[in-house]
């Protein structure tokens, strides 16, 4: 908000015990608020505005990160156009990011590399060895 967002819901811790954050909603968020260039985890949603397809594809991939994106049309097939163009490791579409064991799931750029779950995440935690031998070899032992 300092930066220039318009905060239209939440944002404002209550009193009590816990750790309890509300649910935030920000609009007028431009690149260079930590809230559009960083990670948000949390219940926090960043509104931006793009001018056309191309400058939401550039805006998408502004960031120094790439968890995952999600995009939200009637249009299936626009849909997946646009997700082969955002850099991220994981696009949801008219979903919310979310994880299923059976979907390998990690980020691009600064949110990492590799992937859980799935076969993908189980060879993530595994270490393959390569076993050679210069000569004839005794079987039966």
């Given at each position: 908000?300092?930066?220039?967002?318009?905060?239209?819901?939440?944002?404002?811790?209550?009193?009590?015990?816990?750790?309890y954050?509300?649910?935030?909603?920000?609009?007028e968020?431009?690149?260079?608020?930590a809230?559009?260039?960083?990670?948000?985890?949390?219940?926090?949603?960043?509104?931006?505005?793009?001018?056309?397809?191309?400058?939401?594809?550039?805006?998408?991939?502004?960031s120094?990160?790439?968890?995952?994106?999600?995009?939200?049309?009637?249009?299936?097939?626009?849909?997946r156009q646009?997700?082969?163009?955002?850099?991220?490791?994981?696009?949801?579409?008219n979903?919310?990011?979310?994880?299923?064991v059976?979907?390998?799931v990690?980020g691009?750029?600064?949110?990492?590399y590799?992937?859980?779950?799935?076969h993908?995440?189980?060879?993530?935690?595994?270490?393959?060895q390569?076993?050679?031998?210069a000569?004839?070899t005794?079987?039966?032992?």
């Amino acid at each position: 908000v300092a930066a220039g967002a318009r905060l239209l819901l939440g944002g404002h811790i209550g009193e009590g015990p816990g750790n309890y954050y509300p649910p935030t909603v920000l609009s007028e968020v431009t690149p260079g608020m930590a809230v559009f260039d960083e990670e948000t985890f949390g219940p926090v949603a960043a509104l931006g505005i793009a001018d056309d397809l191309e400058h939401a594809i550039h805006l998408a991939n502004a960031s120094a990160y790439g968890l995952s994106a999600n995009v939200w049309t009637a249009d299936a097939d626009l849909a997946r156009q646009l997700g082969h163009r955002i850099e991220t490791g994981g696009l949801f579409i008219n979903s919310f990011s979310a994880t299923n064991v059976r979907i390998p799931v990690g980020g691009v750029k600064g949110s990492g590399y590799g992937r859980e779950l799935s076969h993908f995440g189980l060879r993530e935690f595994t270490n393959a060895q390569a076993v050679c031998s210069a000569g004839p070899t005794r079987t039966g032992v």
